[in-house]
């Protein structure tokens, strides 16, 4: 193999020169021939911007490599490694980024949507392919991302999948260890991945500090009298099944107590209606939930309908009392103004 020409240099299969503009460092694509990567090397040199050859494979490679390892957690890099093995490559995996169009991207959400995935799984899918071809820009591979507006769907919003409260009396009176870790997570709202790292250590001043939480940031989740009192005494870890896979423990609630559609993140959703039925404000609750912006906290908000009828009872019979008061003081005054009637 000829020398390879000062500036040019090999990753995987694919031949790429770094360039400095617009402040940041940048690789261009040269291709994977190498005569070929040679001739738009000299090209590049001599003024011209030689057309990016990497496929959206090779890209997605990088992409996962770089941008990726560095701004998702270990989770976040698994999913979107599945996503492009599973979805990208196989769509769009031989095309070259710099002809990816609009249309391309419109037919890969009519792809995903003919697969058995949920609308918001495709959604997430399509928000990883848009992340990239943006990535692609930044990186100087293509002058602008292919991605066109209103390329997610919209999805039917739904309300939370909460438990009932005659399905909480059979739970929360499960014999342990499950009625406890049923009683712990209705009562913090916290995800199982934080259930299971929780220990009694953790419990300061009446508060259970959860660290290595999904926003990456500690918080504080008040513990009420009667919950202090079953972590008293306890040492270690407060639930003893693995964070890994809850379905374990959601099969046996589900035949323990009858309530075949639990699961545990049902237990969080509860327990966050619960705090704004009972008048808790929107701000602490998203505190309480570690959520990063009140806007997720905001679907908690929309009441149920048996919460709805129950406001709208008490709002009548305020009414009432109001009109049945109104109704005596219009007679009182009309018997002080004639007394002999």
Not at 36 to 50: D, F, N, V
Not at 192 to 213: D, F, I, P, Y
Request: glycine letters at 8%; a positive charge.
């Amino acid at each position: 193999m000829p020398e390879m020409p000062k500036g040019m240099f090999q990753r995987g299969s694919s031949y790429y020169v770094r360039l400095f503009s617009g402040g940041q460092d940048r690789w261009v694509s040269l291709g994977s021939d190498f005569d070929e990567a040679s001739a738009q090397l000299l090209k590049l040199r001599q003024g011209g911007r030689p057309p990016s050859r990497e496929t959206v494979a090779q890209a997605a490679e990088r992409w996962l490599t770089s941008y990726v390892a560095t701004a998702r957690n270990q989770k976040g890099q698994q999913i979107a490694t599945r996503r492009v093995e599973r979805y990208l490559e196989r769509a769009l995996g031989p095309k070259l980024v710099e002809k990816v169009s609009k249309g391309d991207l419109r037919s890969y959400r009519l792809w995903l949507e003919r697969l058995p995935l949920s609308p918001q799984t495709v959604v997430h899918i399509l928000s990883d392919a848009r992340c990239l071809f943006r990535w692609c820009e930044d990186m100087g591979m293509i002058d602008r991302s292919p991605v066109p507006r209103r390329l997610l769907p919209r999805i039917q919003e739904r309300p939370p999948d909460r438990l009932s409260e005659g399905e909480l009396e059979g739970l929360v009176h499960l014999p342990e260890p499950h009625g406890f870790v049923i009683r712990l997570a209705l009562a913090t709202g916290l995800r199982w991945a934080e259930l299971c790292r929780a220990q009694a250590s953790h419990v300061e001043r009446g508060m259970l500090v959860v660290s290595h939480t999904k926003s990456s940031r500690i918080r504080r989740v008040p513990l009420s009298p009667e919950l202090l009192g079953e972590i008293r005494g306890r040492v270690g870890r407060l639930v003893g099944f693995p964070a890994e896979n809850p379905m374990s423990f959601t099969r046996t609630v589900r035949r323990l107590s009858g309530v075949e559609r639990f699961h545990v993140h049902q237990l969080r959703h509860t327990f966050a209606c619960r705090w704004l039925e009972a008048g808790g404000s929107l701000a602490a609750l998203q505190q309480v939930l570690g959520h990063s912006t009140v806007v997720t906290t905001q679907r908690y908000a929309r009441l149920d309908e048996e919460a709805i009828r129950r406001e709208a009872e008490r709002v009548q019979t305020v009414a009432a009392t109001v009109a049945a008061a109104a109704v005596r003081a219009i007679g009182g005054s009309r018997q002080e103004l004639n007394p002999s009637g």
